[in-house]
């Protein structure tokens, strides 16, 4: 379908329309305009946005600025946090469901969609005044919904909200194995609910590579029939294929110097660059592989980091659990402080009280031991990390090889000892971090989950070997990976453990 | 948006129920109005005006409101004082639409809960109605600051701005003489929510700033200002001086604006300049003629300024706008006008409880300052009316009638009875005054339990039966005199005609009966035992007219008890009743009446 056509749907009478859209074929700028004109027929209420990432929201924001009393942006969960806060008493929650659910984990959230799913469908009469507020809804990325998100949008709709829904189901890469199969098959019920309409154009090749925007459709539709994307023939511009093998022993990732040559061209040669990489660990390997000169796109989570204020709340005080955690912690965001180079002596100093004389390495361990002991708390570990800051800029004895690789996650660890609670500073800074709208450098290394939604010049994915597998899943996390290029695309494939999704 | 959705949706703001606290004479009040015409009745100081002033104050379309000490109650400023009320709001509202979202609760039949879950509807008492309510209220401060909010179902408040307060729209008319608020262009007035041209004063301003005001100076006023003109140049203060309209901090130029009509032919008067009942019936046509939707209404004293048709004619269309108001009243035309109105009525304690209309009805035709009082008392007939008073007299310090005491005829035993259960089912504080006829007992002392020492119940029989009971034998035929002698003669014929004798005199009676005392009760109350046939009894039963069957008779009977000696005898069981009466009018407890005799 045309652009126009699809403007034309979403801005008809039809209560509910569907979009499917796939990268790059201006699926924001399609909301965001719809956003626009519908926001300025509105006498009252407003239009909602409703994403599944902070980055959507940011984009979104950026494009429906003009109208920005009339247009309310926000992530489908932080809705749902609202919902169930207003009306804890009736879920049976804590006053502060936000604060639990950060507490409890990812699960918790899956639990408030469950029941303010349940809470809009028994109650239609809330539905109906949110519905008067927003009586326009966007819903961005709905392919990520669960079940019981989409539940929160069903009542929204029936309660007189105008809904329309942009999605990719070949974006999908928050459900995996059964969940992704039922997402894909919710997909195509709505489908047929509504009026459905694509996007086909692929806009974010225009002034880009026009051939590599339309190879990238291509792969999408041999993706999404379950075959493999054909490499045998001619290339589009745009596009390189480079071999190389993963020689590390163990974990990590590492390239003979001969192999590494073209692909050191390509960060060497790109000023706007994203390395994809399928796993988290990867990433950290990466950065090793280019000794730290690209930094690590830490997007808007910090999973360590709430490891981290967990276990301290666990700890209670405890100074030894308490450096345990801290260890725990400097393993997941920095290479060099490991068990066996500082954390050991470090758990050890702390359960001693520090009764040894150290000098040179263990005193200064000594030093960050004082601190857990004096301030066996949040504000202990901030302190804690500020001085092995310190120490590193300093190159204090046995503190010169350590590399922070998240660099974010460290630095809101330290912000966190200007609170009095750890989950209002976490609240906080997670607050500020979606006001602010952080973007990745020009160059970044990043998983390709947290590069969903952004877009880049040029794209390297290594290694595109059997981590991508025949998966629903895998499929999805490859076409998002591939589809963030806008000018050239990087494959680097392997020749060993090769992936069952490349035809070469 | 569909059907579902709007058959939710009310189209009038209504006020479910109302929670004062600590506002001005009101300590506590806990109130579930209805939704059409709400009638207010009472006694004088009750705090019917104040509950007019709070829901008033609750949706008061400004924020600019000065408090004082006297809005908290005892002067207790530092408790503050807190309006809260459940409404069904429209969407025209916009409370939906306020910065912060309005969080709405779920309404269970009496009052405004999170929403309630199928499963615990056992628990929470009532059960769901998917009635969608929002929590609003007002508090006053202890440093007498003013805050107007909105309640959420998590128990946080959040802003209640003053243009939902407009937009729901109150309709004020106060006692107030002076005030024609809803006949000028004050924002959220009546004329202000009709005309709902919001450029309109900006244009106004405009044309009035393009007036050459300093063209309109006489000789002497030009001469002065260019005096003034030339100093302000010479001291180097800003000169070239014209006269222009500018605006102070608080005054709008719609204030100044007001509704016009001819009164005689061609002459043009402000509407604020006429009567004060056609100010108030045209405030409320400007109301009800505005296309928002119809707004509550608020009338203290409805009957001020209104002939009784006026105000019949005021009442009906009201009650015919369908929108909810709050009206207090003294006027029996008016009450007995409102047909479809609910009437409450607020006791001199707070309280407010329904009149049930099918129970009080006929008492309120009969008797319409039965309702109008701070206490009355429910007599059971006539005499138990006179003899009532003339012991109030006496025993309340004062006039009973100046204290707002009123004595009222219940009609007979049954329906008195009737009529004390209804009230004291509202939980109001009336008292009663009884025979005991030996029906339903069980009621009347499961009345007695609830009314306490505001219940009065001879023991057996009526007061004229347990007056002559106690009066001693030599004084007996003192109860036949009265200061017309034709009065005597026909009690003396009442009881010669029991006794089948012609001859009229007392010694004549006194001789031929054996038990004077039983013969002189059977006459008093008409008795018709040994009654020979119909004809007879009727007769008889007529007899009690001419002794104490009347509230003049009832007077008399109370003399009597004083100056026969009666009274000692019955001092213990009748004054805790006088003393229940003192007590609701703050007056102090006695120990015994003073009497001549």
């Known amino acids: 379908m045309t652009d126009e056509g699809v403007a034309a749907l979403l801005n008809s009478d039809a209560p509910f329309v569907v979009v499917e859209a796939p990268a790059g074929c201006g699926k924001t700028y399609q909301g965001a305009c719809y956003a626009l004109r519908a926001a300025s027929k509105l006498s009252t209420g407003r239009v909602l946005i409703l994403t599944h990432t902070h980055a959507a929201c940011a984009a979104f924001a950026k494009s429906t600025r003009t109208v920005h009393r009339k247009v309310e942006i926000r992530t489908l969960d932080s809705l749902i946090v609202q919902i169930a806060a207003a009306y804890h008493k009736a879920l049976d929650l804590p006053p502060d469901p936000a604060a639990w659910a950060r507490r409890q984990g990812n699960e918790a959230y899956a639990t408030l969609a469950n029941q303010v799913g349940k809470l809009l469908a028994s109650h239609p009469f809330v539905a109906a005044a949110l519905a008067e507020r927003f009586p326009v809804i966007i819903a961005d990325e709905h392919q990520d919904a669960s079940a019981d998100q989409h539940s929160v949008l069903v009542a929204l709709r029936e309660a007189g909200a105008r809904l329309r829904i942009f999605g990719d189901p070949m974006q999908g890469i928050y459900a995996r194995g059964n969940e992704a199969t039922s997402a894909r098959a919710r997909w195509e019920e709505n489908k047929s609910a509504g009026v459905f309409a694509e996007l086909q154009t692929p806009h974010r090749w225009r002034d880009g590579t026009p051939a590599l925007g339309r190879w990238i459709l291509e792969a999408r539709a041999a993706l999404k029939e379950g075959h493999p994307i054909d490499l045998t023939g001619s290339l589009p511009q745009g596009l390189t294929l480079i071999n190389a093998d993963n020689c590390a022993s163990g974990r990590g990732y590492r390239l003979s110097n001969a192999e590494r040559v073209p692909i050191d061209a390509v960060a060497r040669n790109s000023s706007e660059l994203l390395i994809l990489t399928p796993q988290n660990d990867l990433t950290e390997a990466l950065a090793a592989l280019w000794n730290r000169s690209i930094p690590i796109w830490e997007g808007h989570t910090r999973p360590a980091l709430d490891q981290l204020i967990t276990a301290g709340e666990a700890a209670d005080r405890n100074p030894v659990a308490l450096a ?181 | 948006m569909s059907d579902y959705v709007a058959a939710q949706q009310t189209e009038t703001p209504r006020v479910l129920k109302l929670k004062i606290e600590r506002f001005r004479g009101l300590q506590s009040l806990d109130w579930n109005p209805s939704c059409g015409m709400n009638i207010v009745l009472g006694g004088g100081d009750a705090g019917k005006t104040t509950i007019l002033d709070a829901i008033a104050l609750l949706f008061s379309p400004t924020n600019s409101i000065v408090l004082s000490e006297a809005d908290y109650w005892q002067r207790k400023v530092e408790e503050g004082f807190v309006i809260q009320a459940v409404v069904e709001l429209p969407a025209s509202s916009e409370i939906g639409q306020q910065q912060k979202f309005a969080w709405p609760w779920e309404w269970n039949g009496s009052d405004a809960v999170p929403p309630i879950s199928d499963e615990d509807d056992d628990v929470q008492g009532g059960s769901s109605s998917g009635k969608r309510v929002y929590r609003l209220q007002v508090q006053g401060t202890a440093e007498l600051e003013i805050n107007w909010e909105i309640v959420q179902p998590n128990d946080e408040t959040d802003l209640l701005s003053a243009a939902v307060r407009r937009n729901i729209g109150i309709v004020r008319l106060s006692g107030d003489d002076r005030n024609d608020r809803d006949l000028r262009l004050v924002y959220g007035s009546a004329l202000d929510r009709l005309l709902a041209d919001k450029g309109l004063r900006a244009r106004i301003g405009k044309r009035v700033s393009e007036i050459d005001l300093a063209a309109y100076l006489g000789d002497d006023a030009k001469t002065a200002m260019e005096k003034l003109d030339a100093t302000l140049k010479a001291e180097a203060l800003p000169s070239g001086l014209d006269l222009a309209l500018t605006t102070s901090q608080g005054l709008s130029i719609g204030a100044l604006i007001g509704l016009m009509a001819d009164r005689d032919s061609g002459v043009s008067l402000p509407l604020a300049s006429w009567g004060a009942g056609t100010r108030r019936m045209t405030a409320l046509q400007i109301a009800a003629a505005s296309e928002a939707e119809s707004s509550i209404t608020v009338i203290d004293e409805i009957e001020r300024g209104l002939e009784p048709y006026r105000q019949r004619k005021l009442i009906k269309s009201l009650q015919a706008q369908g929108s909810q108001s709050f009206v207090t009243t003294h006027s029996a035309a008016a009450i007995n006008a409102a047909d479809d109105a609910s009437l409450w009525y607020l006791d001199g304690a707070g309280h407010i409880g329904a ?238 009446i003073a009497y001549d005799g």
């Open chain 1, 324 to 504: 345990n955690a801290f260890v725990e912690f400097m393993g997941s965001v920095a290479t060099g402080f490991s068990p066996s180079s500082h954390g050991n002596r470090f758990v050890q100093e702390v359960s001693q009280n520090c009764s040894r004389t150290a000098r040179g390495k263990p005193a200064n361990i000594q030093k960050l031991a004082r601190i857990i002991l004096d301030e066996p708390d949040h504000n202990g570990v901030a302190k804690c990390l500020a001085t092995l800051s310190d120490f590193r800029r300093d190159s204090a004895v046995g503190f010169e090889g350590i590399k922070i690789d998240y660099r974010s996650e460290y630095r809101d660890a330290i912000r966190l000892g200007n609170f009095a609670d750890p989950h209002d500073g976490l609240a906080e800074l997670g607050r500020r971090r979606s006001f602010a709208h952080p973007m990745p450098p020009a160059r970044a290394i990043s998983t390709i989950h947290k590069a969903k939604g952004l877009q880049c010049d040029n794209a390297l994915i290594l290694p595109c070997d059997g981590r991508f597998s025949q998966t629903l899943y895998s499929r999805c996390r490859l076409y998002v990976a591939i589809s963030r290029a806008k000018r050239s695309l990087t494959l680097v494939l392997p020749r060993r453990n090769s992936s069952p999704l490349f035809l070469t």
């Open chain 2, 355 to 592: 009149l049930p209309r099918a129970k009080v009805a006929r008492q309120q035709e009969r008797d319409p300052e039965t309702f109008l009082a701070r206490f009355a008392v429910i007599a059971e007939g006539p005499t138990e009316v006179g003899f009532l008073s003339s012991m109030l007299e006496r025993a309340i310090d004062g006039s009973f009638a100046d204290h707002g005491v009123r004595v009222c005829n219940g009609q007979g035993n049954p329906a008195t009875l009737d009529l004390l259960e209804a009230l004291t089912g509202g939980g109001l504080a009336f008292g009663g005054f009884a025979d005991d006829e030996g029906h339903a007992s069980g009621r009347w002392s499961a009345l007695k339990t609830t009314m306490g020492d505001r219940l009065f119940q001879w023991t057996a029989g009526c007061t004229e039966e347990a007056i002559i009971k106690l009066v001693p034998k030599d004084r007996l035929a003192e109860l036949i005199a009265h200061n017309d002698a034709g009065v005597a003669a026909e009690r003396r014929i009442t009881l010669a005609t029991r006794l089948g004798t012609d001859d009229t005199s007392l010694e004549a009676i006194i001789q031929t009966t054996g038990d004077f005392r039983a013969l002189l009760i059977a006459a008093a109350t008409g008795s018709k035992d040994g009654a020979t046939n119909n004809e007879v009894a009727k007769m008889w039963s007529r007899h009690g007219g001419r002794w104490f069957k009347s509230v003049t008779g009832g007077r008399e009977l109370a003399d009597k008890m004083f100056a026969l000696g009666v009274w000692p005898t019955l001092r213990s069981d009748l004054l805790p009743f006088i003393n229940a009466i003192r007590a609701a009018l703050g007056q102090a407890e006695i120990t015994d």
